[in-house]
């Protein structure tokens, strides 16, 4: 780093953090030349280890793209189309949002609602200002539950937290079950340390309907049915059990429940699970030995596997493997859902639910389009930052009604002109990673990082925090917490009383860019049990759940659309259909650069030759996707990279780049997850036609 030293009209290198959506929050090193930015890399942060996926290697296409946002503007064509703009000023900009909120304020508050999600995982950017201003000023509560919320729910019921093993170490396992992920997509950094685990003769098992990029490098492929992964687990531990594989000390010592446990495992026959998996007997009873007689071996779950109705309980019931063999016992061994509930950041601090306004109602973000239907009182503001909801939100038509509502006044704040700035009637520019700061955590490691600002706003460009303090200031607020600066709120963010979080503070860290958590190096969190549940105990009997009115046990929960849990549907729609990540782009993000389309080209659908066949479909056709709630076309591609009864269309492309200026979420539903009230977005039948 001794460009640092150079004075700042040179060159200089500006620590950064990617702020992408990703488990693997990288550390940036960025060079900024007489106030440009020339370089992104990587940087020495020990889990980057200066490599940065494709997308983000080319960040500087993104920051400085000629398709920037770079001053606020208002609709003046109708609302949908997204064709013309009056350029204004900030002052004119945030004299009217303050206008409409005061008017809607003065009847009911509720009926202002934000809507947000991760385009950053800053603190301050993601839930700062944001959280002070809406909480202040009453408005509607968004529930932020369209990625995660299933598998949180779950893993916080088996193991207390989202807490698990540390993904450093599973260089060292002997066996690695990827399941329900796809890291070469979605968890780069993981990936390069199981092709290290590969090296010194891990053996690495995928279980996922398709085969994705990452089980195309693995030894094994298990082609399982979407949603059915909870009765895969449960017969797993049915053979290990039978076969007395299982780590009798482990559960004495470490777990809650397991003799209640034993007699619903004695039903989860390997026969009963394949029946449901559409997994040979002989799969689940090979990959149930070696399971358990390996060691180390880890389990990286991710949040494919949730997206299904019974997500929450998936997950709950795949946290209790690594308890029966006792694989907590080897740092390399164990599971890993998400580390983000190992920090200890004060979200208090950072989000002041002290300033709440009165007890508003919750909208569920992931049915936003019956929302904005029907909710009752009315939303009739709708502020959107940090998501792009005409193309991630499910079921699409709704969605885009809504947002069509003519009496509806929408802001959004992007970078980008997205799909949902198509409905906006004022959109405002936001800053990119490089023009602000912010602070991270991470969901898939154990580091601590700060973002400096490398180069000033483009053009009239605004962080999400500054906005929202001269929101404040418009309205005529005068809490005090509503304008406080970026780095005292970093600072305060960083003041946790919790001791991972010991000898971590904004200041130093800023200067450092990077810092682990205060735990061992090499660690095994739960070798002497100690889990973050009221028991302390692996809990496989869970009193919370009995009190939440859930099976206070692990066990299957069917997806709604499934051909065995709905036949009649089934028998219109036979097809299981699937929108994961698509390598090009991440979510909605990047999907309109240039840089990102040239690799990702055009909306395809990934289907099984015998499937294909049957449809007279053949590779290379335009096939249109669809059920009761919509349709969306692309193009076919014939071949074996799936199971057969399923289909892959990678996403998420913008509805206005796509070939009918539709996406994928056309077909997909509003209905909740069993826990967490997330998004069922893989849990959905189709059929697919020749166009
Ligand atoms: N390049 C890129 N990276 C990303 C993203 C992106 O869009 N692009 N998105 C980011 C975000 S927001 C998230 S949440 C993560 C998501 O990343 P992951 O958690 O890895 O989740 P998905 O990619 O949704 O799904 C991973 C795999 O789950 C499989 N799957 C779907 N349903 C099931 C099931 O029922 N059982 C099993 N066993 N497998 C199933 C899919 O086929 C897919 O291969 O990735 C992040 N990283
Ligand atoms: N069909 C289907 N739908 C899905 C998924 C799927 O797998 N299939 N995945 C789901 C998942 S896991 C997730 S997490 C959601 C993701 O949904 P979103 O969180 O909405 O993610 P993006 O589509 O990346 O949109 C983020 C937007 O924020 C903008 N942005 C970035 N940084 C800033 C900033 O600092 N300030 C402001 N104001 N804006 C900023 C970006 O330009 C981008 O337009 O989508 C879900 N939808
Ligand atoms: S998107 Fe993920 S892998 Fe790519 S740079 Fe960001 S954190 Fe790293
Ligand atoms: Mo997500």
Known sequence: MGSNDL?????????????????????????????????????????????????????????????????????????????????????????????????????????????????????????????????HLGASKLERTICSSAGKAGIALTLGGGVGMDPERVVDSKLILIWGSNPIVSNLHFWSRCQEAKRRGAKLVIIDPWRNETARKCHQWIGIMPGTDAALALAMMHVIVAEGLHDQDYLDRHTLGWEAFGERLAQWTPARAAAICGVEEDVIVALAREYATTRPAAIRINYGLQRHYGGGMAVRTLAVLPAVTGAWRDPAGGLLLSTSGFYGANHAALERPDLLRGNPRAINMCAIGDALLGADPPIKALYVYNSNPVAVAPDSSKVVQGFSRPDLFTVVHDLFLTDTTDYADMVLPATSQLEHFDVHVSYGHLYVQANSPAIAPVGEAKPNTEVFRLLAARMGFTEPALFEDDETMARQALASDNPRMKGIDWDSLKQAGWKRLAVPEVWAPFAQGGFPTPSGKCEIWSDRAAAMGLDPLPDYTPPIENPLSNPALAARYPLAFLSPPSRNFLNSSFANLPVALESAREPHLEIHTDDAAARGIADGDPVRVYNDRGSFSLRAKVGASVRRGVVVAPSIWWRKLAPDGKNANEVTSQVLTDMGAAATLYDCLVEVAPV
């Open 7 to 135: 004075p700042s009209s040179e060159r200089r290198v500006v620590k950064g953090v990617c702020p992408h959506d990703c488990p693997d929050t990288c550390g940036l090193d960025i060079t900024v030349e007489n106030g440009t930015a020339t370089a992104v890399r990587g940087s020495a942060m020990p889990f980057t280890e200066g490599t940065l996926c494709t997308k983000v290697a080319r960040y500087l296409e993104r920051t400085y793209a000629p398709e920037r946002v770079l001053h606020p503007m208002v609709r003046v064509g109708p609302k949908g189309t997204g064709a013309q703009w009056r350029r204004i000023s900030w002052d004119e900009a945030l004299d009217t949002i303050a206008a409409r909120f005061k008017a809607i304020a003065a009847e009911d508050p509720q009926g202002i609602l934000p809507y947000s999600y991760a385009g950053t995982m800053g603190l301050l950017n993601y839930s700062g200002m944001d959280r002070r201003f809406f909480h």
